[in-house]
């Protein structure tokens, strides 16, 4: 259970890194990465959402076992994100820098699934009295 906690917590805190500076970045980033955006919604949406993940992330880390049923929906977050840039760079659309945060993601994604499988054994064992 503490590799799973583990690997959530460094999650979590490396998405808060990542994101929240974000949230205030949004002229930089439409000159970095031009063009410039025309729908703030989405994309404060995105930050939104990819923060409120970070804090299911801090409450799975909490108590894995608990909340390991939550945990295919986290492996679908850093799955789907590692899937759009990992296409998004194979067709020319993705600076390389973005895709290898996308790489960053699969691997997280990977190893959340690890964790569920683990933490499926642990709670099994658990149920038989072991």
Not at 55 to 60: E, S
Not at 61 to 86: M, N, Q
């Amino acid at each position: 259970m503490r590799f799973s906690k583990t690997i959530f917590l460094i999650a979590a805190i490396y998405g808060l890194i990542a994101l929240v500076p974000g949230y205030f970045a949004e002229q930089r980033f439409g000159v970095q990465f031009p063009p410039a955006i025309t729908h703030p919604e989405f994309y404060y949406g995105f930050y939104g959402l990819a923060l409120s993940w970070q804090v299911a992330f801090l409450i799975i880390a909490a108590d894995p076992v608990r909340y390991r049923g939550i945990i295919p929906a986290a492996v679908l977050e850093k799955l789907s994100f590692a899937a759009a840039t990992s296409v998004l760079f194979t067709v020319g659309r993705l600076n390389p820098v973005a895709a290898g945060l996308g790489l960053i993601d699969l691997l997280l994604g990977i190893l959340f699934m690890i964790c569920y499988v683990r933490l499926g054994k642990l709670s099994a064992q658990a149920a038989a009295g072991r």
